[in-house]
Nanobody, 118 residues
Framework: VQLQASGGGLVQAGGSLRLSCAAS????????MNWYRQAPGKQREWVAS???????NYADSVKGRFTISRDNAKNSVFLQMNSLKPEDTAVYYC?????????????WGQGTLVTVSS
């Protein structure tokens, strides 16, 4: 599985951005999709997840401001980010994983930088 994230940029606090992640593969609808982020000097943290047929889940820090969605026909997952805060500044990564007989394998996109100015 190859993932390609895009849509990052510089935005003022209170603004919005929409991240996109395009995935390769013919079984995209079966993949649980996640967004993670990594701020400078901090560990990567989970932001949101969505699986086909399930309700999305969000980290408390973004709940009510971010919305994750997916378009299985376009092999894509999105992250709509509203009311952005300076603490949302990070490199955002899309992720999925597969479970095999020998364990879990994670796939990561290259990341897209979001910078929120105060």
């Amino acid at each position: 599985v190859q993932l390609q994230a895009s849509g990052g940029g510089l935005v003022q606090a209170g603004g919005s951005l929409r991240l996109s992640c395009a995935a390769s593969g013919s079984q995209f609808s079966a993949y649980p999709m996640n967004w993670y982020r990594q701020a400078p000097g901090k560990q990567r943290e989970w932001v949101a997840s969505i699986a086909s047929g399930d309700s999305p889940n969000y980290a408390d820090s973004v709940k009510g401001r971010f919305t994750i969605s997916r378009d299985n026909a376009k092999n894509s997952v999105f992250l709509q980010m509203n009311s952005l805060k300076p603490e949302d500044t990070a490199v955002y990564y899309c992720n999925t994983f597969t479970r095999t007989s020998i364990g879990t394998r994670h796939y990561w996109g290259q990341g897209t930088l979001v910078t929120v100015s105060s």
